[in-house]
């Protein structure tokens, strides 16, 4: 395998990756509706509806938050992995499929954040973002056997006495 062909052999699932985290990111300002003329009612004004979105910008804000964090992470983890494999794909795939499900927690929980559901809607929320974990260590360990480095020596810290 050429040196040129070798160095590029992430570089279709890194764009594809980049691709779907676009999409992840745009879908989330769609949970922000933009409020309709019979939305306001009387004596109520545009600003006001407005300003009574707060719960979906903020959860607009921190699913940004999250989804570029885990894009720059998943970037990252680009800079090491050299080759990749039937595994790694599926691997990529998982990680890649929790991403573009973040969206549908946004939206629950901006909608129901200020309900007697709120808890609920919270927790599911939490649910998705915990299930993401495992697939993160699992990705990460997998870019250590894979790397072209070392991988790093483990120093645990000394109890203390």
Do not use: C
């Not at 070798?6 to 279709?12: C, L, Q």
């Not at 998982?94 to 309900?115: D, I, S």
């Amino acid at each position: 395998m050429t040196e040129s062909v070798a160095g590029n052999e992430t570089g279709r699932i890194e764009a594809f990756s980049d691709g779907v985290f676009a999409i992840a990111i745009t879908l989330l300002v769609l949970t922000i509706k933009v409020p309709t003329p019979s939305d306001l009612g009387a004596g109520h004004s545009l600003g006001s509806a407005l300003l009574a979105l707060w719960p979906h910008y903020l959860a607009f804000v921190t699913s940004f938050v999250t989804v570029l964090a885990k894009w720059v992470n998943h970037h990252r983890i680009f800079t090491f992995v050299r080759t990749s494999d039937h595994t790694f794909l599926y691997l990529n795939g998982l990680v890649l499929m929790l991403v573009t499900f973040l969206p549908f927690p946004t939206a629950l929980v901006a909608e129901y954040l200020l309900r007697p559901e709120a808890k609920v809607a919270i927790g599911r929320s939490k649910e998705n973002r915990n299930a993401q974990a495992p697939s993160r260590a699992v990705a990460k360990t997998f870019r250590l056997a894979r790397t072209a480095q070392p991988m790093p020596p483990l120093v645990l810290p000394r109890p203390s006495p």
